[in-house]
Nanobody, 119 residues
């Protein structure tokens, strides 16, 4: 079993910042790619950012230059620093990890954390 637990969501004004964290725990051998996704009300889930085990990153065009994804492999944790937040960033943010456990591969998801940006 692998658990992903997000934290750091909340209410912020336009132009503000938040830092999300997602910690993985369980029978983890290695974590390959990690990422953040978001789903706004009435919309489909979309990719926000991903980071490989070697720390190569990829971002959605809508967040480039404002969001930064990073990870601490020793802590099995991925972060998302969100700056210059806009109302359209309001969504439930969920982390994802491609985890190799002692029992095999698991595509793991957290339960999400709500980010609300007010105008």
């Amino acid at each position: 079993q692998v658990q992903l637990v997000e934290s750091g969501g909340g209410l912020v004004q336009t132009g503000g910042s938040l830092r999300l964290s997602c910690a993985a725990s369980g029978n983890i051998f290695r974590i390959n790619d990690m990422g953040w996704y978001r789903q706004a009300p009435g919309k489909q889930r979309e990719l926000v950012a991903t980071i490989t085990i070697g720390s190569s990153t990829n971002y959605a065009d809508s967040v480039k230059g404002r969001f930064t994804i990073s990870r601490d492999n020793a802590k099995n944790t991925v972060y998302l620093q969100m700056n210059s937040l806009k109302p359209e960033d309001t969504a439930v943010y969920t982390c994802n990890a491609a985890v190799w456990t002692v029992f095999g591969f698991m595509d793991s998801w957290g339960k999400g954390t709500l980010v609300t940006v007010t105008s």
